[in-house]
């Protein structure tokens, strides 16, 4: 069964670190893998993207906080984030596009809260 299965949510205090993993199986030709995140009331928007190649990108408000990085031999993609801010609080998705089969995969989703 393909899946994308996500650790490394929980709680951290404002200024604080966490790093999210997620680990792509039994899905093939993995193009771009990303972070998305959804607070109560808000829509999924995007956090940080990799293509296979290497190319990134951010959400104004995270960069220089963020850092995705994705191991392609390990099809696992990271997100280390740092100087969290209570508007970090969400759940964070991971999500994978397969170039090979043309479709989109999501994540479970891991919950983060920013709070002191």
Not at 3 to 8: A, D, I, K, N, R
Not at 26 to 32: A, E, T
Not at 81 to 94: F, H, I, Q, R
């Amino acid at each position: 069964q393909a899946q994308l299965v996500e650790s490394g949510g929980g709680l951290a205090q404002p200024g604080g670190s966490l790093r999210l993993s997620c680990t792509a199986s039994n899905i093939v030709s993995i193009y771009r893998m990303s972070w998305y995140r959804q607070a109560p009331g808000n829509e999924r928007e995007l956090v940080a993207s990799e293509t296979n190649g290497g190319t990134a990108n951010y959400l104004d408000s995270v960069k220089g906080r963020f850092t995705i990085s994705m191991d392609n031999a390990k099809k696992t993609v990271y997100l280390q984030m740092n100087s969290l801010k209570p508007e970090d609080t969400a759940v964070y998705y991971c999500y994978a596009y397969s170039w090979g089969l043309a479709r989109d995969y999501w994540g479970q989703g891991t919950q983060v809260t920013v709070s002191s």
